[in-house]
């Protein structure tokens, strides 16, 4: 059961280079209340959540957003350079061939993160999603947002300007959550 919406935008991966476990560990220090399982589950889900919002991500958008990281520049940078006709023939086709620079942009908001997190823990781990997540001290939506906005403070991830970690407080029940879609058939023998 996908409980994604389409509307709204938020998280998306920043770039993740050789340094990326050096600063995973010291973002893990820093917050000291999750293990570095719990962070490398957050990033792998986010990854899930946004393609079960947008869909896969396509060779054009690949192109696009390849560009913006090698140029350290943000989508609405891109969007200016668009307009201003300072981009080469080469990126405008990828942008159109994408969709247009709406189209890029592959942000969810925190509760469609929750919720894509809650099902990849149960894709991943079935019933005992909710006793991992436990034994990492994740014990609300809440924990999944401290866990993202530590890792937007050190660069990991980012953020749109009205993204706030509020975003994360009660999107559901953890115990709820992770028992619903479950049904213990008797055994009729």
Same mark, same amino acid.
């Given at each position: 059961?996908?409980?994604?919406?389409?509307?709204?935008?938020?998280?998306?991966?920043?770039?993740?280079?050789?340094?990326?476990?050096?600063?995973?560990?010291?973002?893990?220090?820093?917050?000291?209340? %999750?293990?570095?399982?719990? %962070?490398?589950?957050?990033?792998?889900?986010?990854?899930?959540?946004?393609?079960?919002?947008?869909?896969?991500?396509?060779?054009?958008?690949?192109?696009?957003?390849?560009?913006?990281?090698?140029?350290?520049?943000?989508?609405?940078?891109?969007?200016?350079?668009?307009?201003?006709?300072?981009?080469?023939?080469?990126?405008?086709?990828?942008?159109?061939?994408?969709?247009?620079?709406?189209?890029?942009?592959?942000?969810?908001?925190?509760?469609?993160?929750?919720?894509?997190?809650?099902?990849?823990?149960?894709?991943?781990?079935?019933?005992?999603?909710?006793?991992?997540?436990?034994?990492?001290?994740?014990?609300?939506?809440?924990?999944?947002?401290?866990?993202?906005?530590?890792?937007?403070?050190?660069?990991?991830?980012?953020?749109?300007?009205?993204?706030?970690?509020?975003?994360?407080?009660?999107?559901?029940?953890?115990?709820?959550?992770?028992?619903?879609?479950?049904?213990?058939?008797?055994?009729?023998?």
């Amino acid at each position: 059961m996908k409980r994604f919406t389409k509307q709204g935008t938020v998280l998306q991966l920043a770039i993740m280079g050789d340094s990326y476990q050096q600063t995973l560990k010291m973002v893990v220090e820093r917050v000291g209340d %999750f293990p570095e399982e719990a %962070f490398h589950f957050v990033r792998e889900g986010l990854g899930v959540a946004v393609d079960c919002v947008h869909g896969p991500e396509s060779p054009a958008q690949k192109k696009v957003m390849h560009f913006l990281h090698e140029n350290k520049i943000d989508l609405l940078e891109l969007s200016d350079l668009h307009d201003q006709g300072e981009l080469d023939d080469a990126m405008v086709s990828a942008i159109e061939q994408a969709g247009g620079i709406e189209k890029i942009n592959r942000h969810v908001r925190g509760a469609d993160l929750c919720w894509g997190l809650r099902d990849y823990a149960q894709q991943r781990w079935g019933k005992m999603a909710r006793t991992v997540l436990g034994q990492w001290n994740v014990q609300s939506t809440h924990d999944f947002g401290r866990i993202v906005f530590a890792m937007i403070d050190f660069d990991l991830m980012q953020k749109q300007p009205s993204d706030s970690i509020a975003d994360f407080k009660d999107v559901f029940d953890f115990d709820q959550g992770f028992e619903a879609g479950y049904e213990i058939i008797p055994d009729r023998a």
